[in-house]
């Protein structure tokens, strides 16, 4: 940013002490800060009503000719009313002004005026209270900014005005000429001139196509060199592709997704810089054969492979299933966690030192400092712990900056992963094997209640189980069934005679996977849980699940939860109880019944309740975006993601002096925002 664009507002000539301090109230320091500050809407005052036209109850302009002595009421200390008819010669309207003698001398009877507010009926007579008043001639479309008490909208163009005039000189491009070209994108001074003070609607949108593109695109050029940024170079580059052979013996073909995810994988550990990539899939998307053939490969090139979980359990699942996948590759397969016994523990961990265990599968207890590696070339980790700083350089301390792949089952439409997981590289599984059997799923109210249970009942007496999914574990909420009261009333009542278990968040984790390996083991037929059971462990025999208050759930939820049947042999159902009214309420859950693809449901989810949903579930640590909406703004992010990519091929540091400017916005835009958060 050119210097003088870094001038504190208050020298701005004109601005003053007062003025410059309701500024900061609104974050704005200097003149740059002043500049960027757009509108939030605009005011079109070409498009006026005549006083016998113009709409009731909504804000319009009225083009109207002062027709009476404006009158002065002093209703109390410090409250003057200033009231006046306008006409457009058919009828009349009456006006009232509040506290604002400028405007009452400066109006003229007999002179025509624009009058922006919402008229009312009245009595006997339309009436507009406090509308904006502005002269016929002059600029027709006016901003609108976000304001504060003692700075209105006026004020605030006022200054941006005078500061445009006395700083444009400093408004230079950042952009470099050609991608301007190439995208077809007007100046930087043009587009700050006509965001502020557009002279046609089109102006607008010349001035905000710039402006949002290079918001993106200086926030894509920080993320890129995020990836590639702090990375030493890993120890564990690979230099053979066996991958084809290993997928050549899985029991089943491997969909062309997972085909691709491996390739693109298997290219990052052919480089000197360590794989960071996420694997992003659907319940039952292939994700487990993905890793599996990837730890083959670090295996076959000579280094080691580690497989974490988050609990126990589910690392005592994926153990039994590698153990299939691997049959007949030669490798074989270890477990360790906490409640391994001692003596067994010994032995791995020196196996794991000299290098005898190749591919050991586990929970955290794997990073513990205690765990020594020959040569570790991969570590397979679980959304669920994402590594901070310290578990990153733990793990980078096991081995020689060893590849690392992240599993989610989290669809998240791909810009917004993109965005989200910035320092990741992603890879989708968007294809989901085939011969899947289709989970039916309902949506009802209440009154189904207990014919929903003899339902369940009936498959719980075939010897299947089933779930059922509630809100919230505390009695409070009236309206929400509380998982704990329920479940006792479950197991006291309607499900009398059957073993109904309980689990929800606040129990302990001992108490969780005790509970969860019950259920798994068949012992419990019926679950009742909050949410935590989303990511849960595989029971191909539970084949129902019921979500109560389904309406409290977000889509992608919802199809998490669902997520937990149809994974065995069995037609499973999916039943959402709902006594919502409201029609987004029943658009949402109609949705879950016509598709169970998890893509199209998050894309759906994004577009019914906007980012939110996705941002809020980590601390992502992103900068806030100025003017560009992820959301509506998606074909720009991909053509600033693709102009990103061109510069940092040519220059990945930006160093060249064509791009000193760009570097400094991507330093000024990720400032304080994403250091912690990309650690
Ligand atoms: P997730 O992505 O949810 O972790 P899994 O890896 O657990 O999915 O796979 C779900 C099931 O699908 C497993 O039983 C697995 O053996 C099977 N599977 C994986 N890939 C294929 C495929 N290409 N064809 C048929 N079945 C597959
Ligand atoms: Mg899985």
């Known amino acids: 940013m050119v210097q003088v664009l870094k001038t504190d507002i208050r020298y701005i000539k004109g601005i003053g002490e007062k003025r410059a301090g309701l500024f900061y109230k609104l974050g704005v320091h200097d003149v740059d800060a002043l500049l960027s500050f757009f509108p939030r809407t605009y005011q079109d005052l070409s498009n006026t009503y005549s006083v016998t036209e113009a709409p009731v109850n909504e804000p319009c302009v009225l083009k109207a000719t002062v027709a009476s002595r404006i009158t002065e009421h002093r209703i109390r200390k410090g ?8 006409t457009d010669s058919l009828n009349d309207i009456a006006v009232t002004v509040f506290n604002n003698k400028y405007i009452a001398d400066k109006l003229k009877m007999g002179e025509e005026y624009l009058f ?27 901003p609108i900014y976000r304001q504060t008490e003692g700075l209105n909208a006026r004020a605030i163009e006022k200054t941006i005005k005078t500061a445009f005039q006395l700083y444009q000189e400093g408004l230079i491009d950042c952009l470099p000429e050609h991608i301007r070209k190439a995208y077809h994108l007007c100046s930087y001074r043009f587009a700050i001139e006509h965001i502020h003070f557009p002279v046609l609607q089109n102006d607008i949108e010349i001035a905000r196509k710039r402006l949002i593109f290079e918001e993106l695109f200086v926030l894509q050029l920080g993320l890129i ?9 890993t120890g564990a580059t690979i230099t053979e592709d066996n991958s084809d052979g290993f997928l050549s013996r899985l029991p089943f073909h491997p969909t062309g997704a997972q085909k691709r995810a491996v390739k693109e994988a298997v290219q990052d550990m052919k480089s000197e810089i360590p794989m960071n990539r996420l694997l992003q899939g659907d319940v039952g998307s292939g994700k487990t054969a993905v890793a599996a053939a990837l730890c083959d490969t670090v295996i076959k090139n000579g280094f080691q492979a580690a497989f974490m979980a988050p609990t126990e359990i589910l690392a005592e699942q994926h153990y039994h299933t590698l153990k299939k996948l691997f049959q007949g590759s030669g490798t074989a397969v270890h477990l360790l966690t906490g409640s391994t016994i001692a003596r067994d523990k ?10 005898e265990i190749s591919l050991i599968i586990g929970t955290h207890a794997l990073l513990e400092d205690s765990v020594e590696f020959h040569r570790l070339g991969l ?6 712990h994402r590594f901070g700083v310290a578990q990153r350089s733990a793990l980078s301390g096991k081995g020689d900056n060893p590849h690392l792949l992240v599993m989610s089952a989290t669809p998240i439409p791909r810009t917004l992963a993109l965005i989200i997981y910035g320092d990741l590289d992603v890879s989708v599984l968007d294809e989901i ?20 249970y003899t339902f369940i009942k009936k498959h719980l007496d075939e010897g299947r189980q089933g779930y059922i999914v509630c809100p919230l574990v505390e009695e409070g909420d009236t309206e929400l069934k509380a998982a704990e009261e329920y479940s006792r009333q479950l197991s006291q009542d309607a499900f009398a005679g059957y073993q109904v278990g309980l689990l929800h968040g606040k129990m302990k984790g001992k108490d969780k996977e005790q509970t969860m390996r019950r259920f798994a083991a068949g012992e419990l037929s019926l679950l009742v849980a909050t949410t935590v059971v989303e990511a849960g462990v595989d029971v191909p025999n539970a084949v129902i699940m019921v979500i109560e208050n389904a309406e409290r759930f977000g889509l992608s939820q919802l199809h998490q939860l669902r997520g937990r049947v149809g994974r065995g042999q069995h037609k499973s159902t999916c039943i959402l109880i709902s006594d919502a009214k409201g029609e987004e309420a029943r658009q949402r859950l109609e949705i879950m019944k016509e598709t169970t693809d998890g893509f199209v449901i998050a894309e759906k989810d994004l577009n019914l309740r906007g980012p939110g949903d996705f941002f809020g579930k980590r601390q992502h640590g992103l900068p806030l975006l100025k003017i560009a909406n992820i959301l509506t703004d998606m074909d720009t992010l991909k053509q600033a993601e693709t102009a990103a990519k061109e510069i940092l091929n040519d220059d990945p540091l930006l160093i060249k002096d064509e791009n000193r400017l760009l570097k400094e916005a991507v330093e000024t835009l990720f400032q304080d925002s994403v250091q912690q958060g990309f650690n």
């Not at 009312?120 to 904006?132: D, N, Q, R, V």
């Not at 032995?347 to 290098?355: A, F, M, N, S, Y």
């Not at 989970?439 to 209440?446: G, L, R």
């Open 79 to 86: 409250m003057v009313l200033y009231k006046f008819t306008v």
């Open 116 to 142: 922006y507010g919402k008229i009312t009926p009245g009595f006997g007579k339309k009436e507009m209270s406090a509308p904006l008043i502005e002269m016929i001639e002059g600029q027709r479309i006016r």
């Open 225 to 233: 060199q995020l990836k590639s940024r702090n990375r030493s170079l």
């Open 346 to 355: 010994k032995v791995i961990k020196e196996q794991l030192k000299t290098g």
């Open 379 to 384: 570590v397979v980790t679980d959304e669920q």
């Open 433 to 452: 094997p085939p011969g899947r059997q289709p989970i039916e799923t309902y949506y009802v109210d209440s009154s189904f209640r207990n014919r929903i």
